[in-house]
């Protein structure tokens, strides 16, 4: 909100410094966003009369002006066609700095020579209208002022306004708030015999206020006020109109004008509007009233304003109608001040995607006993320039529900409970009443609201809502650190502490982690799950984010296919993260509560976390992949898990070159190996090099590493030499290396370890088999094994390889 | 009457269909695609004749020609994806490897450096600053009801102040039920709720994780980033205590000559609410473009639990009270390492990745 110093200081005495200004607000949790200052710059300006007006042979869009600044005739060159001689205008002579910084200098311009420039208003950055060049007496309302842009908190609507602003700096500072100048009704015929007023909804609307004004003649506003609506940001329009406006900004009262003219039967009434209903807004667009919506929580309800005739007049609180609009005629008015219920004019606002000055506030909560104090002050400002004006008198006032004030206890030590500090009675006595809370009661104190703070709440909330108030107007600065302490050790779960180990893990093997998108297309999901249940985001940013990734190799390989287009591709890219699956094909689902209340069962998408790594550097392929995974299995202390080709690999994936992370004894899948498939890396890159990939399921993952970290027994190695037997063997097909060497090891107890260093395929072994060769080590804890020893352990060992059909090749 | 240039169409066509077929490569298909269905085919040659006919009879020799080609160019692709189909699978049989029989003494990988995240670093070195101070680390899911993210929070349906975070809604069950989580304070609701149900309180935790909001990116916003909160449920904490820790974390993370401030702000789960801010690590308090000339930068909000969110999870406010505080780890991420635009975290730029040790 934008408040200018000057307005304030209608209100509270300011002497700080601008800067100290901007520190108090900040400190009160009214966040300065920007200061701008006005009128600076203009010292330079001055008034000069109009003495003749000549056109330029040869120019239509330029006169030749002379004025009289007091150092007698002056030639300016000037393209402004609104003045006349006799005029009184803003002269910038040579030598003159605008704000800005744009000097000026003598020009030439269709052979004459310029002295200077007649100024207008956005020149002298006064206000938005570029034509107009300003008359004397508007040169001379020329005040320096200074503009506030102030956040103001959501949960602050009493703050929404310059005496909301106002009152806190009041009372932070210690000082005195004046009340704003408010008219009386000053006719002695009774609202009632002229105009009309109802609520058919009292739950809607809470209250309906309509003051009759008579004798209305529309003008431009006096220069101060509008002067203050463009500080403020708004445009002015009207007495009335602006009236209004300025009465929103000053008090935070949103009021409404109508031409009572254009109102039948002159009565306002607040209902629900009925399916069916439209009204087309000052905004121009038509839009059909109690339409159920689509948003959680949302009724479909619309209060309206309707007239005599039972016609829709406007969205009550949120925006008029064009028909019943003040207009250059209008004489007679009837202004509305209302309160609204604020979840309702929230969900009506939302659902219509109408936003107004009006309908911020209500929905945050408008005092609602501000109505006629507001038509009051509204009144005094349309005065100003239009001093016949007559307020009808006991303007109507219709009863619905609002809000009452709640009432709040404030125990001995609650606020030390809640802030370390026991703050004096004094203080707390001297800020509340500031903020113009009722305080009773000596401890416990009985605090109630005022009717502007809709934002305090009751029982245990309303106490913290009054202890934030205490604390911010007392300061945050002010208030006591303390460290605190207790007795639990601070710690990592389980699995953070393995992320970590696997993450470190990743990254010593030569691995960038990379951060891919969550959200992808669906054009990408079908690369790897062709017409599968997918999770979809509603209101994606871009068709491209619209749903949530199965899997990060897309992501990732796109992610290497950029890099490689640099000359970079000879790297590794991976990235720990969740991928999702549709609750209706996800083996579990999380269920949950949502809904208003809690009051509905959900199933959300199953989340896994995984690690995908993609291997891209040179040489890289599935044998890279299968030693990174052996390496970061070893590291993890995984020694149970094996690799297993399949012919059934997902899209996405080459199908003769991957394998799964099968944990033997229990089958179940940590993951997969293998390569990514080429159709997948020409659809997502420039290249064709083959990327080696692994892929691995973080929750079988930990509980892995887990299981290992608890039964780690460490074994000193015999002291004994070790002997070292080279064995080959021709096996058939479906036999895997890992099997046979699990064979070996077991076979006999003097083995050691059990190697696999060749494989070997060759058109002289019969078809199907393969040669596997295993480096073996014998030794024994008890002896030097004898040549014979380690001839008889061989042979075991050969006897046993055979029950996998696997003989010794000669 | 002459002779219709497309009298032996048909057998033609048979004879084109059946070259087709005699192509047992993709190369012989492709090389004879010119003469089966391309400019030198017979069809092409039959086109121009039909230049010739009266106009009645071309528009009806035109049409069957037409369709003539429709069956041949069937047949040529059907074919050529048959070819294809056995091409892939005589490749894919080549390039077969029993990844079982993968010896790792033959294997050759470079010596390779990798690189961490900076954003998976950064919330390390967040995590291991709080465990220091006695915090434990908790995890939530990025896929939350509404109710965990928002009611739960003490912000109802249709409030406004949701529109304080722009939340991307999940296609789920009723419309604005599932959302992706716009802050980890989910997590804290989980964490609250597992507690009363195994009378576990008191909580000291933080909770790292990736959020989203509907916002268009740029230097300073992703629509995917990631907070850290953290979370005090204890007897006899106060706002004093929120104040130290904060001020404690901040000297521990961004240094000695760095400290904190609050300033009132409003959040609908905390009363009394701040925001807090640092010195800025810019300038160390001098004043700078970056902080606006104020000598700090706004760093994250933070607050006692609102009365209502205890109500809400089961604690009895007059026995247990708490704290939470939230900020972005990107964004601490960047002020530490002054990254100019926070897109580079999502780019994946090697060039970028592998500066960050």
Request: proline share 5%; charged share 25%.
């Amino acid at each position: 909100m934008k408040i200018p110093l000057s307005w304030l200081r209608d209100f509270v005495d300011l002497d700080e410094s601008v800067g100290e200004l901007t520190g108090v607000l900040d400190d009160l949790g009214l966040v300065v966003e920007g200061v701008e200052r006005v009128g600076e710059g203009l010292e330079d300006v001055v008034v000069a009369r109009i003495d003749e007006v000549r056109a330029i042979e040869g120019a239509d869009r330029v006169r030749l002006v002379t004025v009289d600044a007091g150092d007698g005739p002056l030639e300016i060159v000037c393209g402004a066609m609104n003045f006349a001689v006799g005029d009184h205008v803003p002269l910038a002579p040579v030598g003159a700095v605008l704000p800005g910084g744009f000097e000026i200098a003598e020009r030439r311009m269709r052979g004459v020579t310029s002295h200077g420039m007649l100024c207008s208003a956005r020149e002298l950055r006064l206000s938005d209208d570029p034509v107009v060049v300003q008359p004397l007496l508007a040169a001379l309302g020329i005040t320096r002022d200074v503009v506030f842009d102030i956040s103001i908190e959501g949960n602050r609507p009493d703050a929404w306004s310059v005496r909301g602003v106002a009152r806190d700096l009041a009372t932070r500072l210690g000082r005195a708030l004046r009340e704003p100048d408010l008219a009386r009704p000053d006719e002695t015929d009774e609202t009632v015999t002229y105009a009309g007023a109802g609520i058919d909804d009292p739950d809607l609307c809470g209250r309906l206020t309509v003051s009759a004004l008579r004798g209305v003649v529309v003008r431009p506003s006096p220069a101060h006020l509008a002067r203050r609506l463009t500080m403020a940001g708004m445009r002015p329009i009207s007495n009335v109109v602006d009236a209004s406006n300025l009465v929103m900004l000053e008090l935070g009262q949103p009021t409404h004008p109508y031409d009572a003219a254009r109102v039948a039967g002159r009565t306002l009434r607040a209902r629900r509007a009925r399916a069916g209903e439209t009204l087309t807004t000052l905004d121009g667009v038509e839009r059909a009233l109690a339409q159920p919506g689509r948003g959680l929580g949302d009724t479909g309800e619309d209060c309206v304003i309707v007239d005599g005739d039972d016609r829709v007049l406007g969205l009550g609180g949120i925006m008029g109608g064009a028909a019943s609009e003040i207009s250059p005629g209008t004489t007679d008015v009837l202004l509305e001040a209302a309160f609204f219920d604020p979840m309702s004019i929230a969900r009506s606002s939302k659902r219509h995607a109408l936003r107004s000055e009006a309908s911020n506030r209500f929905e945050r909560g408008v005092d609602p006993e501000l109505a006629l104090v507001a038509a009051a002050r509204f009144v005094a400002l349309l005065r100003e320039s239009n001093p016949e004006v007559r307020w009808m008198a006991a303007p109507l006032d219709v009863a619905g529900v609002v809000p009452t004030a709640p009432t709040v206890t404030l125990r001995e030590g609650d606020l030390e409970r809640a802030l370390g500090l026991a703050v004096s009675d004094d203080d707390v006595k001297r800020i509340l009443e500031g903020l113009q809370f009722r305080v009773t009661g000596e401890g416990p104190w009985s605090i109630t609201a005022p009717s502007a703070r809709l934002d305090v709440r009751t029982g245990a909330a309303g106490r913290a809502d009054v202890i934030e108030e205490i604390a911010r107007l007392y300061g945050y600065s002010r208030l006591p650190r303390r460290t605190p302490t207790w007795p639990a050790p601070g710690a990592l779960s389980d699995r953070q502490r393995v992320r970590r180990r696997l993450r470190d893990t990743v990254v010593d093997l030569g691995v960038h982690e990379a951060w891919t998108p969550t959200l992808g297309s669906d054009a990408d999901f079908d690369l790897l799950v062709p017409g599968g249940a997918r999770v979809r985001v509603t209101n994606p940013l871009a068709a491209e984010e619209a749903v949530l990734r199965s899997s990060m190799l897309v992501g990732l390989v796109r992610a290497w296919g950029k890099n490689a287009e640099r000359g970079l591709g000879d790297v590794a890219m991976g990235e720990i993260g969740s991928v999702f699956v549709h609750p209706a094909v996800a083996d579990e689902p999380r269920r949950t509560r949502g809904g208003a209340g809690a009051t509905l069962a959900l199933a959300l998408p199953q989340e896994n976390e995984r690690l995908t790594v993609v291997l891209g550097r040179e040489h890289d392929d599935a044998r890279t992949a299968v030693a990174t995974w052996c390496a970061l299995a070893t590291r993890l202390g995984i020694h149970d898990v094996v690799v297993r080709s399949r012919d059934d690999a997902a899209p996405g994936l080459h199908p003769t070159r991957t394998a799964e992370l099968i944990e033997r004894g229990t089958n179940r899948r940590v993951g997969y190996v293998g390569e990514v498939d080429a159709r997948l890396v020409a659809a997502l890159t420039t290249t064709s090099r083959r990327l080696g990939v692994l892929d691995v399921d973080l929750d079988v993952l930990f509980e892995l590493t887990l299981d290992a970290e608890l039964d780690q027994i460490v074994t000193v190695p015999g002291r004994y030499p070790v002997a070292l037997v080279d064995l080959a063997f021709v096996v058939p097909q479906g036999v895997h290396a890992v099997d046979l060497a699990e064979v070996l090891m077991s076979a006999s107890d003097l083995v050691e370890d059990v190697t696999l260093f060749d494989v070997y395929r060759a058109s002289a072994l019969a078809a199907g088999t393969r040669s596997l060769a295993y480096n073996v080590r014998f030794t024994s804890p008890e002896k030097t094994l004898s040549e014979s020893d380690v001839a008889r352990a061989r042979e075991t060992l050969i006897v046993a390889a055979r029950a996998l059909g696997a003989e010794l090749r000669s | 009457m002459t002779t219709s240039p497309l009298a032996e169409l048909s057998t033609h066509v048979a004879d084109l269909i059946s070259r087709v077929h005699l192509a047992t490569t993709l190369a012989d298909l492709q090389a004879d695609e010119p003469f089966l269905i391309g400019k030198r085919s017979v069809l092409s040659s039959l086109q121009k004749s039909l230049g010739a006919l009266a106009p009645e009879e071309r528009k009806a020799a035109g049409a069957q020609l037409q369709e003539a080609r429709r069956v041949v160019e069937e047949a040529f692709a059907t074919h050529r994806a048959t070819l294809e189909r056995s091409a892939r699978s005589a490749a894919l049989e080549a390039d077969r490897l029993d990844l079982g029989d993968v010896v790792l003494a033959q294997v050759h990988a470079p010596v390779a450096v990798g690189h961490p995240g900076i954003v998976a670093a950064t919330q390390r070195q967040l995590e291991d600053v709080f465990v220091a101070m006695g915090f434990r680390v908790s995890e939530g899911p990025e896929v939350e009801s509404d109710w965990y993210n928002f009611e739960a929070l003490n912000i109802p349906p249709a409030h406004p102040a949701r529109g304080m975070w722009d939340t991307f809604y999940v296609d789920l069950g009723e419309p604005e039920t599932v959302v992706l989580r716009t802050h980890t304070s989910p997590t804290q609701i989980h964490l609250m709720e597992r507690a009363v149900a195994d009378d576990s309180l008191p909580i000291h935790s933080v909770m790292p994780g990736r959020c989203y909001r509907r916002d268009t990116p740029d230097a300073r916003h992703l629509a995917a980033f990631h907070q850290i909160e953290g979370l005090v449920v204890d007897r006899g904490i106060s706002f004093a205590d929120l104040a130290g820790v904060i001020e404690t974390f901040t000297h521990a993370y961004f240094g000695a000559d760095i400290s904190s401030r609050l300033r009132p702000a409003y959040f609908p789960f905390t009363e009394p609410s701040a925001e807090f801010e640092i010195t800025c690590t810019i300038c160390r308090g001098d004043g700078c473009r970056t902080c606006s000339h104020t000598g700090w930068i706004e760093l994250g909000g933070c607050g006692m639990l609102d009365p209502a969110v205890l109500e809400a999870v089961g604690i009895d406010g007059d026995e247990w009270s708490g704290f939470a505080f939230g900020f972005g780890i990107d964004r601490c991420a960047q002020m530490r390492h002054q990254i100019a635009d926070m897109r580079a975290l999502i780019e994946n730029d090697v060039r970028f990745l592998r500066q960050f040790s």
